[in-house]
């Protein structure tokens, strides 16, 4: 089954610092992979995604995101923090394959809670 | 200006009562999605459409109906049935490709009362 794991519930740093927020995935095949960051009481805005091709994909607002195949990795990460990136980031996957009722769900993890402090 | 939207905001229901939640978009995607969201737990899928008239349970269906009579509204029913409504609920849309990204809407906080 297709899963995501997000395995820090937060994450702090210090502002100017870099910054990772990771994640995990179990999905056969080559999945699509996508992040997306959440505000206050507001829906999610895409912030990046990968399909194929080169590693590093970047994103809005400055982030990046590295795709590790083999380590079955996507993790998010700017290398100087603000502190309006602090919200709630949400890693997601969807697996290309379109058979049954799986098709194309997408499918979130628990989400990481990024603390930037001054 | 296109995009996906939620009313209402804030809802309060009484214990019993039925209620639906708007969902409506304007970007022609044929893909539709309705999430719960509670806090520690992310989203959970509650209900997907891929085209009008079809849709799919999600992980967690029980308690919750939906219709696709229309491609730009996907309305979503939180019936008397479901034990614990009181969340945040969003719902999404695509265009029916996987590499493509979802579009949500600013979601619907429910309280029960």
């Known amino acids: 089954a297709q899963s995501v794991a997000q395995p820090e519930d937060q994450v702090n740093v210090a502002e100017g610092n870099p910054l990772t927020v990771k994640c995990t995935y179990s999905v056969s095949g080559n999945p699509y992979l996508f992040w997306y960051v959440q505000y206050p009481n507001r829906g999610l805005q895409f912030l990046l995604k990968?399909?194929?091709?080169?590693?590093l994909v970047k994103g809005s607002y400055g982030f990046e995101a590295e795709f590790n195949k083999s380590q079955t990795s996507f993790h998010l990460k700017k290398p100087s923090a603000l502190v309006s990136d602090s919200a709630l980031y949400f890693c997601?996957?969807?697996?290309?394959?379109?058979?049954?009722?799986?098709?194309?769900?997408?499918?979130f993890g628990s989400g990481t809670r990024l603390l930037v402090r001054p | 200006d296109g995009g996906i939207t939620q009313s209402p905001k804030y809802l309060f229901r009484k214990e019993g009562q039925n209620v639906t939640l708007s969902c409506e978009q304007n970007?022609?995607?044929?893909?539709m999605y309705w999430y719960r969201q509670d806090p520690g737990q992310g989203l959970r899928l509650i209900y997907y459409s891929q085209i009008v008239n079809d849709f799919q349970k999600g992980d967690i269906a029980e308690g919750y109906s939906v219709s696709r009579e229309k491609k730009e509204s996907f309305p979503l029913t939180v019936t008397s049935a479901q034990k614990n409504p009181t969340a945040f609920y969003l719902c999404?849309?695509?265009?029916?490709?996987?590499?493509?990204?979802?579009?949500f809407g600013q979601g619907t906080r429910l309280t029960v009362v």
């Open positions: 997601a996957v969807r697996d290309p394959r379109r058979w049954g009722d799986s098709s194309y769900k997408l499918i």
């Open positions: 970007l022609n995607h044929d893909a």
């Open positions: 990968y399909i194929t091709g080169d590693n």
């Open positions: 999404a849309s695509s265009i029916e490709e996987g590499d493509t990204e979802a579009f």
